[in-house]
């Protein structure tokens, strides 16, 4: 089975900290991603990870980085928190495959609340 | 136009009906569609995907895809109360193994 953790399921946090969320993935998958879920507006790709020491901007990656310095491990990074980035965090990896079907496996995701 | 669009219900079924859930997405150079099913506070798991024109059943799950109409749809069969949840439609962009995902449709199952 597949397994993706996520390091803290709830998390809070003040404006203006630098917040570390982490994913570490069992299966040796090569892609990573970090997405935020909101309601109304589904999930949105904020960076990803297609090997070690490779990142690539998603659709939202203002306000964040990430590392990623071990296979299997990916870290989004907030430098400087702010409210408007209260959300779900949702980890996820796959192969890199051939064909356009690889299944995205998900962590457990992080709630995060910006106070 | 959102790239990826679903009606977000909530769409309300009896037990033991068909639930029919619609998703339709514009970028035409997409080549596969994924339907997860994500309970509230659970992160989303994959029912199933598909990539070729026509039907792909598994269970009492139904995909059908359309690329000419770009228009994917999931039906549930013998719909469980077990079976209330937000299913996220998903679509693989023309390049790489990134995903667009709909807003997703809340699905309720009255017993």
């Known amino acids: 089975d597949v397994k993706v953790t996520q390091s803290s399921r709830y998390l809070v946090k003040r404006t203006g900290e630098k917040v570390f969320l982490e994913c570490v993935q069992d299966m040796d998958h090569e892609n990573m991603f970090w997405y935020r879920q909101d309601p109304g507006l589904g999930l949105r790709l904020i960076y990803f990870?297609?090997?070690?020491?490779?990142?690539e901007k998603g659709d939202i990656p203002e306000g964040y980085s990430v590392s990623r310095e071990k296979k299997e491990r990916f870290s989004l990074i907030l430098e400087s928190a702010s409210t408007n980035q209260t959300s779900m965090y949702l980890c996820?990896?796959?192969?890199?495959?051939?064909?356009?079907?690889?299944?995205?496996?998900f962590g457990p995701g992080t709630r995060l609340t910006v106070l | 136009q959102k790239e990826v669009e679903q009606n977000s219900g909530p769409l309300s079924v009896p037990e033991g009906a068909i639930a029919s859930l619609n998703c339709t997405y514009s970028?035409?150079?997409?080549?596969?569609f994924f339907w997860y099913r994500q309970y509230s506070g659970k992160s989303p798991e994959l029912i199933m995907f598909i990539y070729s024109n026509g039907d792909k059943e598994d269970g009492r799950f139904t995909a059908q895809l359309n690329k000419a109409s770009q228009y994917v749809s999931l039906l549930i069969r013998d719909s469980q109360p077990s079976d209330s949840a937000t299913y996220l439609c998903?679509?693989?962009?023309?390049?790489?193994?990134?995903?667009?995902f709909g807003g997703g449709t809340r699905v309720l199952v009255k017993p």
């Open positions: 998903a679509v693989n962009r023309a390049a790489g193994n990134k995903l667009t």
């Open positions: 990870s297609y090997d070690v020491k490779m990142k």
């Open positions: 970028d035409r150079g997409s080549q596969s």
């Open positions: 996820a990896s796959t192969l890199k495959g051939q064909g356009a079907t690889d299944t995205q496996y």
